[in-house]
Structures are given as C-alpha cells and as structure tokens.
C-alpha cells in the first residue's frame, strides 16, 4: 500500500468551493478536541468562540470593525501571491501607514482644520504604506534578496519605530507619561456612522477596494499581468510582461491596502497612536487571503471569518478565562488546513497497491 | 563475448504483453495492446506523439501498474512492483531525460546504480564495456563537461553493466547527431548479437527502416499493425502512424532576393547560466521571401539565440536590426511592434501558459495588437473572437470551446501558438524547433504555414535539430556549433554529410577540450 498524489486533469470548480469550508470544518473538528483536552467543554466553547459575536448588534458591528482591515490587507497581499511576490510584512506596512498619518493628524493637531484632515490622513497612510512595501521590493528587485524575509523583518523594525514614537517624541505631554500620542481631535477621526459609533466609514472603503480588485484582477491587463506572472514566469517575459516592475507594483499596492488598514484604525476605533495598534491583523491576513483563495469575493467572506475568531476570542477570554494565545492556535490551525485541502484541489489522492494485478 | 540468450529459441518470445491497458481519467492510454519481443531483436515500437508508447515502456518497465493485462516474460507471468524489480528480472530502460548528476564522474554516476564495489575496480569496468560497445567514455570525467551524446552513453553503460536480457531505448536519437546516431546503431548491433533484446522507441522512419526488423506500430492507444520495417518505405510506415496519407510539403525554389528583414551583427552574448552556451560572432541576415534554417545539435547556444533575437534577453543595439532598425536592446513588444513574431521551442510554460485558457493564451504575446485590450480593460469578446478565428483557420482540435492550454496534445497546442503568431501576416518570424513533438499531420501543415507566409514575402528563420525538416523547407542553411555560426549557405551546395560534419566537429572539440 502507498499513497501518491495524482494530478486532476482538470480542477473542479466544486473542489475550490469544497476546500476552504472543508478547511473550516477541520479547524472546528480539531480546536473542540483541543478543548476537551485542556477540559473545558467543547461545545460550550466553540459557542463562545463562534455564536455569541453573532448574538448581538454591538457584537455585529465589532465584527465589521475587526473585518475591514483584515480584509483590505488581504487584497493587497491576493495580487502578491498571485504573481509569486511572497510579501509576509504587511503588519509592518500597516504600522507604516499609521504612522505616516498620524504624523498629519498629530502635526496640524489643536490648530482648528477642518474634517479635511482625516481624508489627508488617509492619504499619507496609504503612501507610508506602499513606501514601506517597496522597500522588500526594491531589494528582491534590484539585489535579488529574499522578500520573504526583508518583509518579514521590516515589521519588527517598524513595531519598533512606532514604539520608539509613542515612548519618545510623539508621547503626549499631559498623558501622565502613559506611551501614547495625543488624543487625536475630531478633525483626524473618522466619523462614527452608528449610535455606539463603531462603525465607520472605513468598512465602506473596504468595499469600494473589494471591487475594485475583483475588476483589477478580472477584467484588466494588469489582473492579466499578475496571474500570468505567477503562472509562467516564462511565458510573462515571452509576452513582454517586466516581472521587475510588477513585483514593485504589486508591493506598492499590497503595502498601500496595509497603510490604508493601519491609519484606518488609529483614525477609527482607537483615535491615537500605542505601542500596538493591531492585533496581528498584518499576519492573520495572509490566513484570510488564502482563506478567501486569492480571490476578492472570497476573501470578503473569509475576512468576516477570521473576524469571528478575534471577537470569539475575547469572549472566551472573558467568559471561560482563556488566555488569547488559544486565537492564535486556532488561527494557525485554519492556515495549516487550509493549505493542505487546496492540495486537494489540484491532486488525487490515490490508494495504489504494491505489485498490481497485472 | 557471453550471450544471454541463443538465437534458435526462437519462437518462445522474450516478452510477450498481452491485452495491456491503462486509464488516466477519461483517457485510455493504452488500450488492450499486445507486443512480443523475440530473443535477440530490436524491436520497433512506433506512434506519433501522444499513441501511448512512454505509457507502454513504463508498464514494461514497472514504473505504472496496468489496469489490465498480463506480461509473460521468458515464458512465465511476471508481476512487476517497480523498476528495481525490472532491473532484476533482466529489463533496463534508458529514458530520453537522463537522470544523471552533472556534478559527479562518469564512474560516480554509474556506482550510484550498481552494488557497492571499489571505485578503482569499477572504473576499470566501465572502460572495458564502453570499449566493448564502442561506446567511448572516459570513466574520470565530470558529467557536465560530456556532449548530450556522450551522457547517453554513460546510461547505456549503466544499463550493460546490469547485464540486461532487455534494453528499453525511448526515442535515443532526439539529442543525436548523424555521426553519433550511426555510432549508437553501431552499438546496438553488438548488443543484439549477443542475443540481448533491444526495444527501441521512435518516430523517426528511417533510423527504424534501417535498424529494425520487426516493429510494433500503436495509434490513439491501439495496437495496428506489425511489420518489417524494412519491407515498408517510409510513407507506408507513416501511414500506419497516423492513418492518413501525408501530404508533402510544396516548396517553390529560389526567393530571398527581397530586402533585408533581420540583420544581426557580431552578436556576443555571455550566457548567464555556467553550463549554458555563450553566443561568439555571430553575424546572419533573412530576407524577405526567404526560409533561413539554423541547424545544431541542442544545447549549442540555440536557446541563447532565439532569446537574443527575441529580446527576451537584451543585447547591443546594433547586434541585432530588425527592417533596418536597430532593436538589440529593445524588448519583445517593441520588436512585435515591428512586424516580428516568436514561436518559441518550449510550447507549455514559454509559448502558452498550462493553467490559462486559449483565449486567454491569446493575449499573451497578442496584448500590443489593437483591439484587444481598451484603456487597459480586455475585451473578452474579442479574443473569443480571434481564438475561434485561430482554430478554424488552422486546424487546432479540442474537445472544449477555450479549454486551458494544458488540456491540447502537443501538436495542437503547436498548431495554436504558431496561428497566434503568425496569424496577423507578420513580416518576421523566427521559430525555434516549430515540429519539435508533433505529430506527422500537424508537422507537415506547421511547415507548409511557414512556406505560406516566406511565399508571401515574409521572412522565416526556423532553429531546428531536425535535419530534414531544415532541407525541406529552407532556402539557406547556417550550423549553430558551441555559439558560434557559420555561414549560411544554399540548400543547393550543402548535404546532410557536410553539416553533419560541422555538428560533429562541435561535438568532438567539447568531448576533448581539457576545459568545456
């Protein structure tokens, strides 16, 4: 007896539909086993972890707050993977972004502008970002250095920069000498849209960048560009396509979606600059991304997803006295069978016995 | 010489298969196939390309399990769980891929396959076998340093020293030149008179008219014929391949007067990859209305060619002209933008993308043209359009409307990617191996396509290792040898001995040069 893995002629369309909820199904398979090991009751759990954030309103608008940025770093992060551009630092563009525009909002702060300076703010966000994105890119371009680890190690430069700003000259003077920035005036947030004011407008900029990816990638030659790219590589330079340059674009745009997320949140829900501003929405993207199979539709709904096991999460916390790591566990659990159901998509798995009939 | 067999066994085969099939998914491969191999014969087994010859040889070889069907081997059913096992029971196989280490010495290669024994002894009998065969092999030399041929050789050996009662040759003579392949039928001659049995793999007619006496032909995964080859004239042959009469290719002779179309000038090019070929001098032009044929033995700087003149990869501007204008540092969009156009050797991954579907395969080297793509937003529709266009106009069967460019057979997907290219009446086109794997039918309309379009005033460069395909369709004929060319002379004044020669003597200089 062995096993082999048989490549499918052709991939069924019902097999990329199948592997991610098969994906899911495993991940709560595993995590109430997980549970029951650490002796907690399974099923009590997983409704901590899955119902109770879908119970409420408040719960419902959490989840769109926790979503947006999960989702728009996921966007950018569909064109890299497409085209080979393994960008694992987006948490690290995204603390760029935030920092760039909390720069606008903390340099013109107390002097009366009007709500033009958010719309600034967003702006500079998204260049910090895509700078920031380029840099990976540059150095995978020009020197031919691995951008899976220059990106990788751009975030810890770039958590610590942000450290460095809110302990050193960002601190806010009358902060009682806590980490933090000024509190940012209503000038520099973004408005909330909601009686409890979580939602905000960023959830809709979210879904304008959902489109527009979906056409990107669909329907233009750039998309075209991309998937080719990744494809072969071969047949990309043969059509005259710069591999170069692409590479830096869709860094610039990946980096640019991250800075978006990042300014979005210090403008939003948290309203200043900490030493952290994410809870490693940079890093469970790239589960949503793949979650969501590259794809912008897909990765709307897998964003919502991961979503969940953030707000899961707290609750447990709170409710069955978790610690936060077990989100992690979770989340590293989706990614790992993920991955190994969309090895199902492209093969067989085949039962081949030794010394066949002949 | 001890044979392994004695010639007057003769009736009881060697290998008999019977009713041999196998299925991947919906397609039956091989299709209840019998074959017997006498002691002491080389046996043919003919196809086009896609017949199920590589399916069969593997069964026979254990690599695939049958789905039905039975081996009988010297007069026993034999049951094979993997090549080892083959290798046990007396059966070698030599693949047209080698799987040798570049890195390592003859000798290092072939104890790899052997039981452990003294390298000092071992040298000493793979000198002796490689003398015994004819098969010269210097037992101390690094692999990368040895020609295509020479590394067919150390398998070979590696398979003689197992002392095979069968030997397995799957298309040997691809990657030969014509000294070399007359030095492996040499060879094989020896081995047969030792009473060992050699199946030998092969589209090519003529080698198996001269080195065969029984041949096996498969089409579509049957089994439909036996024969003599040596009875058969080539045509006959093909006709039992492809169950059509093939039609020759119509050559008008003398054109090429027209006006220079691509000019190249003391093009030097260091080939980036250490074991690739580096491009020394070489000067050539095409004119309008001609067929210029580069021929070589691969591996002597034909890729590093085609992506020079492509702009694949760049080089002085004056190196290379296409109508006069210097492109040599233009990309392959500005030089498509010329009138040029490249058919590239590698179909799947170079020419097309596997994953992608015609239409799409389409845009690939068709994005420059108008139409197509509108402020930077395709028009689905339109390349649907040029596809359907494309298959009608050259032929290019598939079982869907725009399936992914994997989903074709080699020669259709040839078909595709040379209708793509040339489809717009381009004034330039340069094709590398254009029939390369591809079916006799297709062959011959892929040809006669490239003498529609010199006819009409186009110039053709092809690069091809397949000689005769060189003197049928070209007007001059140049040799690529180590990245160097000379000068391309008229079909007329040269005969398949006089570039042989040159390819042999390229050949030679690598095999003796201290330092390749």
Not at chain 1, 94 to 103: F, P, Q
Request: net charge neutral; hydrophobic share 45%; with cysteine.
């Amino acid at each position: 007896m062995r096993l082999t893995l048989e490549r499918r002629t052709q991939a069924g369309m019902w097999a990329s539909l199948a592997s991610p909820i098969l994906a899911v199904v495993l991940t709560l398979v595993f995590g109430a086993l997980l549970f029951s090991l650490i002796g907690i009751p399974p099923l009590a759990a997983l409704t901590v972890y899955f119902l109770s954030p879908l119970a409420d309103l408040w719960a419902l608008e959490e989840l769109t707050v926790k979503a947006a940025p999960l989702i728009l770093i996921a966007l950018g992060l569909a064109p890299c993977y497409l085209s080979n551009n393994w960008n694992i630092g987006a948490e690290g563009q995204l603390v760029m972004g935030a920092v760039a525009g909390s720069a606008v909002a903390i340099a013109t702060h107390g002097q009366g502008h009007g709500s033009y300076i958010v719309w600034l703010m967003l702006a500079a966000g998204v260049l910090g970002g895509a700078a920031y994105g380029l840099i990976p890119a540059v150095l995978k371009a020009r020197f031919g250095v691995s951008e899976i680890l220059t990106s990788l190690m751009l975030v810890y430069v770039a958590d610590l920069l942000l450290d460095y700003l809110v302990r050193g000259p960002w601190r806010d003077p009358k902060g009682f000498n806590f980490p933090t920035s000024v509190s940012f005036g209503l000038e520099a947030r973004l408005p909330g849209l909601s009686e409890t004011g979580r939602l905000h407008p960023g959830f809709f900029l979210m879904l304008l960048a959902v489109a527009l990816l979906a056409f990107m990638l669909a329907r233009t030659l750039k998309g075209f560009e991309i998937r080719l790219v990744g494809e072969a590589p071969r047949a990309a330079r043969f059509g005259g396509f710069d591999d170069k340059r692409l590479t830096l674009f869709v860094f610039a745009l990946s980096g640019a979606l991250a800075g978006l997320a990042g300014i979005i949140e210090v403008a939003g829900p948290i309203g200043n600059l900490q030493p952290t501003i994410s809870p490693g929405y940079g890093f469970t993207a790239i589960i949503v991304a793949f979650l969501g199979r590259l794809n912008p539709f897909g990765i709307l709904i897998a964003g919502f997803f991961l979503a969940l096991t953030f707000i899961g999460g707290e609750n447990a916390q709170i409710a069955l006295r978790l610690p936060l790591d077990v989100t992690r566990v979770f989340q590293g659990l989706l990614l790992f069978f993920v991955l190994a159901c969309d090895t199902l998509i492209l093969y067989r798995l085949r039962v081949t016995r030794e010394g066949a009939p002949a | 010489m001890t044979g392994v067999g004695t010639q007057d066994s003769g009736d009881q085969p060697l290998l008999a298969a019977s009713a041999i099939s196998k299925r991947y998914g919906s397609l039956l491969a091989n299709d209840a196939i019998d074959l017997a191999i006498r002691p002491g014969e080389i046996h043919a087994l003919l196809g086009e390309n896609g017949a199920g010859k590589s399916t069969l040889v593997k069964i026979l070889y254990g690599l695939i399990a049958p789905d039905s069907g039975q081996i009988i081997w010297q007069g026993a059913p034999l049951v094979l769980s993997g090549p080892a096992e083959a290798r046990h029971h007396g059966i070698a196989m030599v693949f047209q891929h080698f799987s040798l280490f570049d890195t390592l010495s003859v000798v290092e290669n072939v104890a790899l396959a052997l039981p452990p024994e003294p390298v000092a002894a071992l040298s000493e009998r793979v000198y002796r076998v490689s003398r015994e065969y004819g098969l010269d092999l210097e037992p101390g030399r690094e692999v990368w340093r040895l020609s295509v041929g020479e590394r067919q050789r150390i398998e070979i050996v590696r398979c003689l020293m197992q002392n095979p009662k069968l030997l397995i040759l799957d298309e040997p003579t691809s990657v030969l030149s014509p000294t070399e392949t007359s030095g492996l039928f040499r060879t094989l001659e020896a081995i047969r008179g030792e009473g060992r049995s050699v199946l030998y793999i092969s589209h090519k007619l003529e080698e198996v008219r001269v080195l065969c006496r029984s041949a096996t032909v498969l089409r579509h995964g049957r089994k439909v014929a036996s024969c003599d080859p040596s009875r058969e004239s080539a045509a006959s042959l093909a006709r039992m391949m492809v169950g059509e009469d093939i039609h020759d290719v119509q050559v008008k002779p003398h054109r090429g007067d027209g006006a220079e179309r691509l000019g190249v000038r003391q093009l030097n090019l260091a080939s980036p990859d250490p074991h690739g070929t580096s491009l020394v001098d070489v000067s050539f032009s095409v004119r309008a209305g001609e067929i210029v044929g580069i021929a070589g033995v691969a591996g002597n700087g034909q890729d590093e060619l085609f992506s020079a003149l492509s702009g694949e990869v760049s080089s002085l501007p004056e190196t290379v002209c296409i109508d006069g204008q210097a492109v040599g540092a233009k990309g392959i969009v500005a030089r498509r933008e010329l009138g040029a156009a490249f058919i590239p050797e590698e179909r799947l991954g170079h020419g097309a993308a596997p994953g992608f579907t015609l239409s799409e395969n389409v845009l690939v080297s068709q994005h420059g043209k108008q139409g197509f793509v509108r402020r930077g937003v395709l028009d689905r529709a339109a390349l649907r359009d040029c596809l359907a266009a494309i298959r009608q106009r050259f032929d290019v069967r598939a079982g869907e409307i725009d399936p992914p460019a994997r989903a074709l057979s080699g020669g259709n997907l040839q078909k595709f990617i040379v209708g793509r290219d040339i489809m717009g009446a381009p004034r330039l086109v340069i094709v590398a191996q254009p029939t390369w794997g591809v079916d006799a039918g297709a062959a011959a309309f892929l040809r006669q396509s490239l003498v529609d379009l010199a006819e009409q005033s186009g110039a053709v460069l092809v690069i091809s290792q397949d000689l005769d395909e060189l003197f049928e369709l070209s007007d001059r004929i140049a040799v690529l040898s180590r990245g160097r060319l000379s000068p391309a002379l008229p079909r007329g004044q040269q005969t398949r001995e006089s570039i042989g020669l040159m390819m042999g003597e390229a050949m030679r200089e690598v095999a003796h040069a201290p330092h390749a």
